[in-house]
């Protein structure tokens, strides 16, 4: 409508008027929530240096459907695949939990197993118990 009204793009506009974080805030609330995903994980992987926190906070916080929006986001917005940046930018046991999640096939069920949480709490008790490091 603002087109229509005015002639002009809002975003252009925005950019134009705007400046400093709070230009950058209000550009983000013009994306889906899947393009801003994707264009925080870019801009945590690109350069020198990863931001890690950055990709804890996207990938593991969200649901499967959305990691799968961010996945075609990301390809979308950058013609890269976000699975393979990830490996590039991370190693050990971190790249594979990212690299799973990555995936969107998380368990995403409510249903607890008790026993199960109680048996697995033991066992990281006993191998933590009284030694340095883990089994």
Do not use: P
Request: a negative charge; hydrophobic letters at 35%.
């Amino acid at each position: 409508k603002y087109k229509l009204l005015h002639g002009r793009d809002l975003i252009e506009d925005l950019h134009s008027e705007l400046g400093g974080h709070f230009r950058t805030a209000v550009l983000a609330l013009m994306e889906t929530k899947a393009v801003y995903d994707s264009h925080c994980l870019r801009n945590a992987m690109k350069g020198l240096g990863t931001d890690e926190s950055v990709l804890i906070e996207t990938l593991a916080t969200r649901t499967n459907q959305e990691i799968k929006d961010i996945v075609a986001a990301y390809n979308t917005a950058f013609k890269r695949n976000l699975e393979k940046d990830v490996v590039s930018e991370t190693s050990g046991n971190f790249k594979k939990l990212l690299v799973s999640l990555c995936q969107g096939a998380r368990d995403e069920s409510l249903a607890v197993d008790h026993e199960k949480a109680k048996r697995e709490a033991q066992e990281l008790f006993e191998a933590g118990e009284k030694h340095w490091g883990t089994d």
